[in-house]
């Protein structure tokens, strides 16, 4: 069974930094498209951040200078370096594997990130 582990979360004052990590087991981790998304009550998920087989990175216009998306095949684990903090980035966070040509999708449990003084 295909298990998504992320870690990581908790709450951080604004202008703050945060590091999310998510360890993948059961799936050939180096093939795959990582992302992370998030999801703050009453919104729909929403992508922040992918990264390819190759290690090419993608981020919402929202994070982008302030998040950093890295993977380590090696050890099938994907972090997200979370950088200026803001409130409205309080959400949680999910951790996404996308097989080649999109045909597996799996996600985590997701990890509760706060901001807030």
């Known amino acids: 069974q295909v298990q998504l582990v992320e870690s990581g979360g908790g709450l951080v004052q604004p202008g703050g930094s945060l590091r999310l990590s998510c360890a993948a087991s059961?799936?050939?981790?180096?093939?795959?498209?990582m992302g992370w998304y998030r999801q703050a009550p009453g919104t729909q998920r929403e992508l922040v951040a992918t990264?390819?087989?190759?290690?090419?990175?993608n981020y919402a216009s929202s994070v982008t200078g302030r998040f950093t998306i890295s993977r380590d095949n090696a050890k099938s684990t994907m972090t997200l370096q979370m950088n200026l903090l803001n409130p409205e980035d309080t959400a949680v966070y999910y951790c996404?594997?996308?097989?080649?040509?999109?045909?597996?999708?799996?996600w985590g449990q997701g990890t509760q990130v706060t901001v807030s003084s």
């Open positions: 996404n594997a996308e097989s080649p040509l999109k045909k597996w999708t799996y």
């Open positions: 990264i390819t087989s190759g290690g090419s990175t």
């Open positions: 059961r799936i050939m981790f180096s093939l795959y498209t």
